[in-house]
T-cell receptor
Framework: NAGVTQTPKFQVLKTGQSMTLQCAQDMNHEYMSWYRQDPGMGLRLIHY???????DQGEVPNGYNVSRSTTEDFPLRLLSAAPSQTSVYFC???????????FGSGTRLTVV | GENVEQHPSTLSVQEGDSAVIKCTYSDSASNYFPWYKQELGKRPQLIIDIRSNVGEKKDQRIAVTLNKTAKHFSLHITETQPEDSAVYFC???????????????FGQGTILTVHP
């Protein structure tokens, strides 16, 4: 198993550009989430999904969209990048609600 | 929604000492409490978890305790070693019903430094 795969690992965007962060897992996990991690802020939930076709907002959803058309994939779309979205983004997946999340290796995004 | 508070934000101990990190949560419906360790530049990794039907769980040098009445849970590391130095995160999750179903909320993290 590859686990949770995130691409790209690094990205620089200009303000106003859009892009999609990819996340895929091969563990047949129902639960998937996107977090952003900023220095001193811990892990903040952006969006999450409890199964294909089901998504919901987390703590900081503004400026981001998600979709879950398959169990394996959970892409995160930045609609119009802003410097405040400079962060490390982690995708994570879990078998169920009371099992630990497995994290991807992260995407370091810089918006200039 | 759920709010998880974690203390202390930094913790410095001598090798061989014990370390304790405490978390409180706000939503009494939370019933799954994992702990993660994140080394510098790496992804968070699950080190131990506890479910609400259990008061304590141990795994070698680490243990977690849960007090559902007081809505707090703690991580205990005994005989600390320099390789335990990392950022530790607690988290809480609700597993059924309501608007927060399936949502895992993290505390702010504790930077643990173990001095040789």
């Amino acid at each position: 198993n590859a686990g949770v795969t995130q691409t790209p690992k690094f990205q620089v965007l200009k303000t106003g550009q859009s892009m999609t962060l990819q996340c895929a897992q091969d563990m047949n996990h129902e639960y998937m989430s996107w977090y952003r991690q900023d220095p001193g802020m811990g892990l903040r939930l952006i969006h999450y999904s409890v199964g294909a076709g089901i998504t919901d907002q987390g703590e900081v959803p503004n400026g981001y969209n998600v979709s879950r058309s398959t169990t394996e994939d959970f892409p995160l779309r930045l609609l119009s990048a802003a410097p405040s979205q400079t962060s490390v983004y982690f995708c994570a997946s879990s078998l169920s609600f009371n099992y630990g999340y497995t994290f991807g290796s992260g995407t370091r995004l810089t918006v200039v | 929604g759920e709010n998880v508070e974690q203390h202390p934000s930094t913790l410095s101990v001598q090798e061989g000492d014990s370390a304790v990190i405490k978390c409180t949560y706000s939503d009494s419906a939370s019933n799954y409490f994992p702990w993660y360790k994140q080394e510098l530049g790496k992804r968070p990794q699950l080190i131990i978890d506890i479910r609400s039907n259990v008061g304590e769980k141990k795994d070698q040098r680490i243990a977690v305790t849960l007090n559902k009445t007081a809505k707090h849970f703690s991580l205990h590391i005994t005989e600390t070693q320099p390789e335990d130095s990392a950022v530790y995160f607690c988290a809480a999750s609700i597993n059924a019903g309501g608007t927060s179903y399936g949502k895992l909320t993290f505390g702010q993290g504790t930077i643990l430094t173990v001095h040789p």
